[in-house]
């Protein structure tokens, strides 16, 4: 009874292990079950028949889309775990793919400075979540933005920065990534901040971390991601900055065809299913990292050892004791029966 008992209590703490590793890995399991995104692509229908012959004829002689893709700015966009591109320019994508049948091709870089090279150098067609600024615009078209978020400005705890706006922030150092919107926002609009191009936003949060930057600018949710899986905990948020930058698609300027089909696309997408798409993504917590993952498949693995051991070791001190029982029982039958043996022997006949 014991071992049964043990046994149900050590396969309980097991299942309660698996459902939290898969909580923690594949949150979309616990997501709630409207697919915002399905429902809209059984809803939408070609566009085809809104596009100019010249561009038409374009799209038939072009059916392949290079996308310039930031791996590393989820929720918005980046390659999952299996390779696939995904976040909410994956959903616009999917949804541009159903509309206009082009064969969009995700292109993954190192960063996202290497993805603006190759778009530069005429690599790159697309980009699916870009921000207008005044020196992407020298070599890309952008659509009317899909989302607008506004930038956060952190600071390391104990630093004495606890509030910050951008003309506290004049002459300070503050962490950027190369290449992104914000990059751009400081050199044109605020030269009197000394920017400190970074790789990567978790990059831009451990130069602030080890004293190398007074602060850092980006989206919150790319803040705060990078902070959860970075685990760069003494961070604080010294203040936010509201600009009009918007994240869009852009297409390369020698391809004003796609840019009127992607455009047209897009228009047909209501600002009702834009934000049903956005809070799709902006509130969904994303799977932990790989190194986590083995480090729970690890601890599970032992987990299960020790049950297994433990299961093993109760059934031989059962088998023992059972063992033990039956030996002392074998031996007292065989007093017994000896006893009388003896008895019948020292019994006089016919007594």
């Not at 072009?62 to 959903?91: A, K, S």
């Not at 990059?183 to 936003?201: C, G, N, Q, R, Y």
């Not at 600009?243 to 004003?256: C, E, I, T």
């Not at 031996?331 to 007594?351: H, N």
């Amino acid at each position: 009874m014991r071992q049964l008992l043990l046994l149900c209590l050590g396969l309980t703490i097991i299942g309660i292990q698996v459902l939290l590793g898969v909580q923690t890995f594949y949150p979309q399991a616990f997501a709630s079950r409207e697919d915002t995104l399905g429902e809209l692509l059984e809803e939408k229908t070609s566009v085809l028949d809104k596009i100019a012959p010249e561009d038409l004829a374009w799209l038939a002689a072009n059916p392949i889309v290079t996308v310039g893709v930031d791996p590393n700015f989820y929720p918005l966009e980046m390659f999952d775990e299996r390779g696939r591109y995904t976040g909410l320019g994956g959903d616009y994508l999917r949804l541009l793919s159903k509309m206009t049948g082009l064969d969009f091709r995700p292109l993954a870089t190192s960063d996202w400075a290497a993805t603006e090279e190759l778009a530069r150098q005429g690599k790159v067609d697309l980009f699916m979540a870009a921000a207008k600024t005044g020196r992407r615009s020298e070599y890309m078209l952008f659509t009317a933005p899909y989302i607008t978020e506004p930038g956060i400005i952190m600071t390391r705890r104990g630093s004495g920065l606890d509030k910050a706006d951008m003309s506290a922030l004049a002459g300070k150092k503050v962490a950027v990534v190369q290449d992104y919107s914000w990059h751009d926002f400081l050199k044109e609009f605020h030269p009197e901040v000394i920017a400190v191009p970074s790789a990567t936003t978790l990059e831009a949060l451990q130069k602030v971390a080890a004293g190398e930057a007074d602060a850092v600018l980006d989206y919150e949710f790319n803040l705060l991601e990078k902070i959860q899986t970075g685990g760069i905990l003494q961070m604080q948020t010294a203040g936010k900055v509201d600009s009009s930058y918007g994240h869009a698609v852009a297409v390369r300027r020698d391809r004003p065809e796609l840019f009127n089909v992607i455009t047209t696309a897009l228009a047909q997408v209501t600002p009702q299913e834009r934000e049903a798409l956005a809070q799709k993504w902006l509130h969904q917590e994303r799977p932990a990292g790989q190194e986590r993952h083995w480090q729970w498949v690890f601890f599970f693995f032992v987990e299960a050892c020790l049950l297994i051991f433990g299961l093993l070791w109760l059934y031989h001190v059962g088998v023992r004791k059972h063992t033990r029982e039956l030996r002392a029982r074998v031996a007292a039958l065989e007093k017994r029966l000896a006893r009388e043996e003896k008895a019948r022997v020292e019994t006089p006949a016919g007594a």
